[in-house]
């Protein structure tokens, strides 16, 4: 299983990037992906969940209304569309499995595979 983030980088306050995750492995298919972010001198923080087959979505508090999580099954791709970007959204950001559905999405524990990150930066 691989998972590779894209679409980082630099952006104004208020600017919009969108992020990408591209899944991989010929037998994998994932219950549910999320999204984590790590700011400098800061825990790992979760930022949002959907899962693969219903399209259900969760957010953190911080990034409700402004973040959307979405994916394409057939290009087993998830996306984080984010706008009106803040400098305090300024982090790597990672994308990860899912695995232990049964358990709460938004501790990284439980989440087995991660992608190696994607900076994003923003300007004040």
């Known amino acids: 299983v691989q998972l590779v983030e894209s679409g980082g980088g630099l952006v104004q306050v208020g600017g919009s990037l969108r992020l990408s995750c591209a899944v991989s492995?010929?037998?994998?298919?994932?219950?549910?992906m999320g999204w984590f972010r790590q700011a400098p001198g800061k825990e790992r923080e979760f930022v949002a969940r959907i899962t693969w087959s219903g399209g259900s979505m969760n957010y953190a508090d911080s990034v409700q209304g402004r973040l959307t999580i979405s994916r394409d099954i057939a290009k087993r791709t998830v996306y984080l569309q984010m706008n009106s970007l803040k400098p305090e959204d300024t982090a790597i950001y990672y994308c990860a499995d899912h695995t232990n559905y049964l358990r709460d999405y938004k501790l990284g524990r439980n989440y087995n595979y991660w992608g190696q990150g994607t900076q994003v930066t923003v300007s004040s």
């Open positions: 492995g010929r037998t994998f298919t994932p219950y549910a």
